[in-house]
């Protein structure tokens, strides 16, 4: 199984802030990873697929990246919604698997 | 819009069964794969199941193996999740998802979620 290694597992950030949450694979997934966010009592919500398109409806101060085997998830200019828990999950076998998490909250 | 609404969760004994339903609007059903996600309490998130189209294939993770079985009507637009042998680490929210298996998989579409609780 591909182990996904999720962090920081939680941030604290100002409102306007510049936010990355990092997830490495323990093993190669190509570009076959997404980004999700939940808030606190709600379902997940796909932010990012194919590790740098951006969903449907998703604000563009959101956005994702891969750099070798590392992905990452930016956030600009932080907002008072954007806390809650953002997960990765890659998609490239199965069983797919979720990272950890991050618990984002507002400083 | 797309809409996926489950039911059937609720409390049942360690070793009894359970089946969930998701009722999916918004989208043509038959045309995804479609696949349920757990989160125990304050806990992350574990995919559980995944079923293709048709429903000829289906795909679990070893924890639920020959103890779920995930299963589809088109003509209803619904899924369905038959849990058996069930035990306390069952308990967790359960969502219904549809699975987009295009260039690589990823779940861009959630229901709400029903709760599952095993316990005696």
């Known amino acids: 199984d591909i182990q996904m290694t999720q962090s920081p597992a939680s941030l604290s950030a100002s409102l306007e802030e510049i936010v990355t949450i990092t997830c490495q694979p323990s093993q190669d997934i190509g570009n076959y990873l997404s980004w999700y966010q939940q808030k606190p009592g709600k379902s997940p919500q796909l932010l990012i697929h194919?590790?740098?398109s951006l969903a449907d409806g998703v604000p563009s101060r959101f956005s994702g990246s891969r750099s070798g085997t590392q992905y990452s998830l930016k956030i600009n200019r932080l907002q008072v919604e954007d806390t809650g828990i953002y997960y990765c999950l890659q998609g490239y076998s199965a069983p797919w698997t979720f990272g950890g998490g991050t618990k984002l909250e507002l400083k | 819009e797309v809409q996926l609404v489950e039911s059937g969760g609720g409390l049942v004994q360690p070793g009894r069964s359970l089946k969930l339903s998701c009722a999916a609007s918004?989208?043509?059903?038959?045309?995804?794969?479609m696949a349920w996600v757990r989160q125990a309490p304050k806990k992350g998130l574990e995919w559980v199941a995944t079923i293709s189209t048709s429903g000829s294939r289906t795909y679990y993770p070893d924890s639920v193996k020959g103890r779920f079985t995930i299963s589809r009507d088109n003509a209803k637009s619904s899924l369905y999740l038959q849990m058996n042998s069930l035990k306390s680490e069952d308990t967790a929210t359960y969502y219904c998802?549809?699975?987009?298996?295009?260039?690589?998989?990823?779940?861009?579409?959630w229901g709400q979620g029903v709760m599952v609780t095993v316990s005696s």
């Open positions: 998802a549809r699975h987009n298996s295009g260039y690589g998989d990823y779940f861009d579409y």
């Open positions: 918004g989208f043509t059903f038959s045309n995804y794969y």
């Open positions: 194919s590790a740098t």
